[in-house]
């Protein structure tokens, strides 16, 4: 009776040592970020920087349970939402599979894939309205202006497409998202972005046997031009008065007011400086896509998701994260193109 009295006090003295021990690494977890990462290495890894990062973990533990910490019945703390948040954000950072990051924040896989669904509702909750919303009067006037610094008035961005590989698609749906082109499985993503990189306008889930006319048709991007309630917009061009803003847009579009195209076959210098500032000016949609595979590598290699809601709440989720980074590494990039 005696040695299981000790055997059992024994458990016990153990268990709470482990459960000090767990609890001290929490803590230090806590704090890593400012002990390990300086504001670089931070930047690099989280692919924005520390406050961006904890104004969203603030905003996730303020309003949604799940992000936020309990206790459970045996007294231990559960996840904190700073792991969890970070747990999302390396799988959107480096798109590696769920069980890769549990070395790192010590989490198993199929919370891994709960903290990144949660997650992605969330930013969508909490910032589609601010991020991803479309462009009110202050916008239209900074577009302007960005504009006309750049040669082109009335112009408020370019439009184009890009694909999203879909490894595990339904075999059922291989026709429709097969792109002959590429030999694999896609999904389109419509977007139009600015000269600053942000984006004003996403539309997924179009499947890859569609090209970017018929995603136009289905999108709906000019529907307040349709409605009569596009921003106003005023400028001169040549003594004529005009109130639409216009896109850049490359050959494959339809001959639209609102689209300004290149000229393919140029005839005269004066068509082939237009040609070449028209091309040149439509990176901007471009470079967009680049710096969004850049940042999030997720969307750079082939999605893993069954459930094609939940690559569209990924991919409208990273959106909004890509323009707060925008937003609060503006003056930086202006300071470099100054520089330059």
């Known amino acids: 009776m005696d040695k299981e009295r000790k055997r059992e006090m024994d458990m016990q003295i153990l268990n709470a040592g482990t459960s000090t021990m767990s609890e001290k690494r929490r803590a230090l977890h806590e704090i890593a970020y400012e002990l390990v990462y300086n504001a670089d290495i931070f930047r690099q890894r989280f692919r924005m920087r520390m406050h ?3 104004r969203i973990v603030d905003a996730h533990s303020n309003v949604y349970p799940y992000f ?8 231990r703390r559960d996840l904190s939402p700073l792991k969890k948040c970070t747990t999302a954000i390396q799988m959107l950072a480096y798109g590696v ?7 790192y924040v010590r989490i198993g896989e199929s919370t891994t894939i709960e903290c990144l ?9 909490v910032f589609e ?4 919303r479309k462009p009110n009067p202050n916008d239209v006037r ?5 504009a006309e610094g750049r040669g082109f008035l009335g ?3 370019s439009i184009d497409c890009m694909h999203w590989q879909w490894k595990n698609y339904p075999k059922v749906w291989k026709s429709m998202y097969m792109s002959g082109y590429r030999g694999v499985a896609t999904i389109v993503l419509e977007v139009v972005a600015s000269s600053d990189l942000w984006i004003w306008h996403t539309f997924f889930g179009v499947s890859s046997s569609n090209n970017d006319i018929n995603v136009l ?4 991007v000019f529907d307040d031009i349709l409605n009569d309630r596009a921003p106003e917009v005023n400028y001169t061009i040549n003594g004529n008065n005009y109130t639409l803003g216009y896109y850049l847009v490359d050959d494959i579009y339809l001959e639209w007011a609102t689209f300004v195209k290149s000229i393919s076959k140029t005839q005269g210098e004066k068509c082939k400086l237009f040609a070449q500032y028209q091309e040149g000016q439509r990176k901007d949609v471009e470079r967009a896509f680049g710096v969004l595979q850049a940042h999030f590598a997720i969307i750079r290699g082939p999605a893993r998701f069954w459930e094609k809601k939940k690559l569209a709440n990924i991919m409208r989720a990273y959106i909004i994260l890509h323009n707060m980074i925008v937003e609060d590494e503006r003056d930086i990039y202006a300071e470099i193109l100054l520089k330059t």
């Open 142 to 146: 900074r577009l302007l202006q960005m």
């Open 68 to 75: 936020q910490q309990r206790v459970d019945a045996t007294g």
């Open 52 to 54: 961006v990062f904890l």
């Open 155 to 157: 112009m408020l961005g």
């Open 117 to 125: 669904e949660k997650f992605v509702e969330g930013v969508i909750s």
């Open 217 to 220: 048709d289905r999108s709906p």
């Open 97 to 103: 599979a769920a069980n890769a990051v549990d070395d």
């Open 129 to 132: 309205d601010e991020y991803l």
